[in-house]
């Protein structure tokens, strides 16, 4: 029980960032950003809050179902993070190319 509260105090952290991302509509603290070179900032801000959220319902859900299913290896959270990671760098790429 100790362990889905911690999930639950963990992931909300994680959609909070989420949702500030979103609400501030700013991008700047990604690496290489330049003001200027994105059209639509609060676009690419939403896209990568929304990201960062579901980021944190995978986790949570996997966490779920490690704690009452089945053992998951821990590696499936880490390709889920890489995978994240991706997606926010195609965002970016995407804003800066329209």
């Known amino acids: 029980m100790v ?4 999930a639950v105090f963990l992931c909300s952290i994680l959609v909070v960032i989420g949702v500030l991302i979103q609400r501030k509509g700013s ?6 950003y330049k003001e200027g ?8 801000a939403n896209r990568v809050g929304l990201t960062i959220i579901l980021f944190a319902v995978e986790c949570f859900l996997l966490i779920l179902i490690h704690l009452l299913l089945f053992p998951v290896n821990g590696l499936y959270i880490g390709i ?10 195609a965002l970016f790429v995407q804003a800066v190319m329209v």
């Not at 889920?80 to 760098?89: E, K, M, Q, S």
Request: positive net charge; aromatic residues 10%; without cysteine.
């Open 3 to 6: 362990e889905i509260i911690l």
């Open 27 to 32: 991008v700047s603290f990604i690496a290489g």
């Open 37 to 44: 070179r994105v059209r639509n900032e609060k676009k690419l």
């Open 80 to 89: 889920l993070a890489v995978v994240h990671l991706f997606v926010v760098f």
